[in-house]
Every structure is written in structure tokens, then in C-alpha cells.
């Protein structure tokens, strides 16, 4: 899940897929012929590009107004939260590489982890940076030696977690190593992968195509790359796909749930093997509506919804939720990092269930049929490009918000055969270490490929 209003990109999504903070496209590389010096400009604010980050240099006298107008400090402070988060302090700048004298590819250090990207400066006095795009980042590599000792290392840390590995066979998911399978946790946006079984389903049935549009209507939307677009604007469902499961577009999310249908996707529930199908996931949360359940009037909708039944809660849906304006959000909702809810108000499966959704849509996309899906799900595999190397065919859905973080994988080896990971940590208590996970999962996907 992600805060309201403002696009955040997830830490495991950002380790395969950049994270939009250009506001002027680099020119292409310089012949390699021709020895490229960085300016004394440029290599000025990348030194200073940690300090950036940090928040030590005002938004101002860093970035040219260009791109201030493009990316607003707000937005900023997003993505900057979500990298300090996982990856701790920005350190030192560790490597940079021009591409011309004003523009060069970079590598920063943080405390657990490395970020890399490009970086462009204004030509012109006084040489603020006019471009920024970080286009990855790694936690630093967890120190495991094999997959139980993995195991052995989420089932320490706080809270609650839940891990299986299993190797994908005709008759279902068989456990190669797991930990507390069973246990249903929250899951944060790898919800989505309902949303996206529920297109699978209706396009294989012919009911939909990928290539199908929906207009935009005006309703409100969280943020993401719909928020702004007016209405009668035309987005097909490949495209609304594709966002929602790669950057996990919340906006996206919202308009596919809507053009799907809710009662069609908790129908899905069973089908795909969530267990919990008639409890806590039902009625199935857009994400805008678990943002006001959370946040309008201090909680109070959260009060009402955790006290009524089902039936209870789409009255409340349909009511008092639809009708609080998106401005009654507060701004400040996760920004504390504090947990909300997170047992009541989110989204539920177990490890075990979610190598079920990852066997139902392995099955569900064999043949040329089934190509439009999976090049949805593995356009962000979600873990280090040196590990997805491993496997010959890498599907990921993941989420977070403050005490929640998952990470789902299908992989296929390159003998053919399949693994499907699950992994869940809740903390009710305390943000969690997102690096850490993400470095634990890494390490997992990288010793269980043949």
C-alpha cells in the first residue's frame, strides 16, 4: 500500500525499475572514443547529492526551478523517505561517470545499501541540477550462507513473519523449506495480484481484452500517474495493468478494480487459493478506501469498519467512505512510519496462499494465450538484476506500508521447472527494516536457483 496524493515507489520495486524523478531527459551517451571529463560543476552537486537527500541543503539552491516545477519538494521527500528508510543515511558518493561534461551516471553509498542513477546540471551559473533520476538500489548483500539459515533469520526478527519455498508441480505447491506457512498476514499492495487473476481470468473467458479502454469518470483517485488526468481520458487495461503490478500505481489500481467489478475479483478469492476468502479480505479494499478507513477523523471510519459485519462494511464502503473527500486524508498519514491497522484494515494471505495465486496464474498463462499477463508480472522482478539472472523467467508482486512488507516471486530455472516464494514480515509495533528483508529475499532467490 501507499500513502495518499503522492506517488511512492517501493524499495524492492526500485531495484529493478527507476524511480521518476527526471525532470530533463539526458542526452545519449558520448562516443566512447572520446575521453568525457565531468565538470567541475557537475561533480560539485553530485558530491553534494547525499547531502540532498538528507534534507541539509534547501529544496531551492540544489534543484533548478525547472525541475521544482516538475517534481515538488512533497513529491521529493516521498521517494527520498522510502530510500533513507530501507537504506539507512546517505554516506559518500562512490562512483561517477561522465556522460558529457554536465551529465553523468552515479553511485551513492548509504548506510545499508548503494543507490545508483544520473544526475544532470545546468550548464549556466549557478549549475543547479536540472535532472535526477535514481534508476535502482540494493541493499547491502545479506551474509547467509543457505536458504534455512534465511529462514532462520526472518523467523528472528520482530513481530510476525511468515516464509515458504516450494517447488511448483502438476498437483500443487510443494514445500522445499518454509516457516509459519499457514498463518494469514497482511501484505500490502501484493493484493494487486487478485486484481490481476480477475483480468486473466476475463480475458481468457473473452469477456475482456487486453487492449480494451476505460475511460476515466472523474471519481477521486490515490495518487499515482492517473491522478490528474481529466476525465474521458481513454487508459487500456494492459496499460493499467502493467502500473499497477511494475510500480504498483495505486491510481491504477483503483480504476481496474473499479472497470473489473469488486463482487468479480473477491470471487476470485477461493479460485486462486486465498484460503481467507470470507474474513478479513471481504469487502476486497481499494486502495483509496483503506487510505480513509485509516486516516479521516483521527480513524474513526477504521472504528466503524472494524466493528461491523460484512454486510456492515460495504454500507460503509458505499456511504460514509465514498463520501469523505480525498482532502480529509491527512497529508501526514504513514509519515511518522507508525504502524495503523495493520490487523484489521489491509489486506491478508499466508505464505501458502500466496504460492497458490502464483501456481494459479503460472497455470493460467501457458501458451502464446497467457503472453500479455506474464510480461505484466515480470516486468519488475522485483530483486537485484544479478539474482533475476539466475532464473530464466522472473514474476513479482510486493507491498509495504509501516509494519507490513511482502515479497512474492514465480521463477522459472532454465531446465523448465518452477518455484514460487512467498515471504511476509508484520510489526504492529514499529516500522520494519525494509533492507533487511529485501537483502533476505535476495539472498533466498539467489540459493534456491538450481
Not at 170 to 188: M, R
Not at 286 to 311: C, M, P, S
Not at 334 to 362: C, G, H, N, Y
Not at 418 to 439: C, G, K, L, Y
Request: aromatic content about 6%; charged content about 20%; overall charge neutral.
Amino acid at each position: 500500500m501507499r500513502p495518499p496524493l503522492l506517488r511512492r515507489v517501493a524499495l524492492a520495486t526500485a531495484l529493478a525499475s527507476g524511480t521518476p524523478l527526471a525532470a530533463q531527459e539526458a542526452p545519449a551517451p558520448a562516443p566512447e572514443a572520446l575521453a568525457v571529463t565531468a565538470s567541475s560543476e557537475l561533480r560539485q552537486r553530485a558530491e553534494a547529492l547525499g547531502a540532498a537527500i538528507a534534507g541539509s541543503i534547501p529544496y531551492d539552491r540544489y534543484f533548478a526551478p525547472s525541475f521544482r516545477a516538475a517534481i515538488p519538494e512533497a513529491a521529493f521527500r516521498q521517494v527520498r523517505d522510502q530510500l533513507t528508510g530501507g537504506l539507512g543515511k546517505p554516506t559518500r558518493l562512490e562512483a561517477l561517470v561522465a556522460r558529457t561534461p554536465h551529465v553523468a551516471d552515479f553511485r551513492l553509498g548509504f548506510e545499508r545499501g548503494t543507490a545508483v542513477g544520473q544526475i544532470v546540471v545546468d550548464p549556466a551559473a549557478p549549475h543547479l541540477v536540472t535532472g535526477l533520476r535514481i534508476t535502482g538500489s540494493e541493499p547491502r548483500e545479506a551474509p547467509e550462507a543457505s536458504v534455512q539459515a534465511v529462514v532462520d533469520a526472518i523467523r528472528a526478527l520482530p513481530g510476525a513473519t511468515g516464509f515458504a519455498l516450494a517447488r511448483l508441480e502438476d498437483g500443487g505447491p510443494v514445500h522445499l523449506v518454509a516457516h509459519d506457512s499457514a498463518t494469514p498476514l497482511a501484505i500490502g499492495s501484493t493484493f494487486k495480484l487478485v486484481i490481476l487473476a480477475e483480468l486473466v481470468r476475463a480475458t481468457a473467458a473473452g469477456e475482456r481484452g487486453w487492449d480494451d479502454t476505460v475511460a476515466l469518470d472523474g471519481s477521486p483517485l490515490p495518487g499515482g500517474g492517473y491522478t490528474g488526468r481529466p476525465a474521458g481520458t481513454h487508459v487500456s487495461l494492459r496499460e493499467l495493468a502493467t502500473q499497477m503490478i511494475s510500480v504498483s500505481d495505486n491510481s491504477a489500481t483503483d480504476i481496474l478494480l473499479r472497470a473489473l467489478g469488486r463482487d468479480r475479483v473477491e470471487a476470485m478469492l477461493p479460485v486462486i487459493g486465498i484460503r481467507d476468502a470470507r474474513g478479513r479480505n471481504t469487502p476486497f479494499l481499494g486502495t483509496l478506501e483503506a487510505f480513509k478507513l485509516k486516516g479521516v477523523e483521527g480513524g474513526a471510519l477504521g472504528q466503524r469498519w472494524e466493528a461491523a459485519d460484512i454486510d456492515g462494511r460495504r454500507a460503509l464502503l458505499d456511504g460514509a467512505v465514498a463520501q469523505a473527500p480525498v482532502s480529509t486524508i491527512p497529508a501526514s498519514l504513514f509519515q511518522d512510519r507508525k504502524p495503523i491497522r495493520i490487523a484489521t484494515i489491509e489486506w491478508f494471505a499466508s505464505a501458502d496462499d500466496l504460492l497458490r495465486v502464483m501456481d494459479w496464474l503460472r497455470r493460467n498463462t501457458e501458451g502464446p494465450a497467457g503472453a500479455d499477463a506474464r510480461a505484466v508480472l515480470s516486468r519488475n522482478p522485483g530483486i537485484a538484476p544479478a539474482n533475476a539472472a539466475r532464473w530464466d523467467w522472473v514474476g513479482y508482486k510486493g507491498g509495504s506500508e509501516p509494519g507490513v512488507v511482502n515479497m512474492t516471486l514465480l521463477m522459472r530455472a532454465r531446465s523448465g521447472g518452477w518455484v514460487a516464494m512467498a515471504a511476509s514480515w508484520n510489526n504492529p509495533q514499529a516500522a520494519i527494516d525494509e533492507a533487511r528483508f529485501i537483502a533476505l529475499i535476495n539472498k533466498a532467490a539467489a540459493l534456491s536457483a538450481p
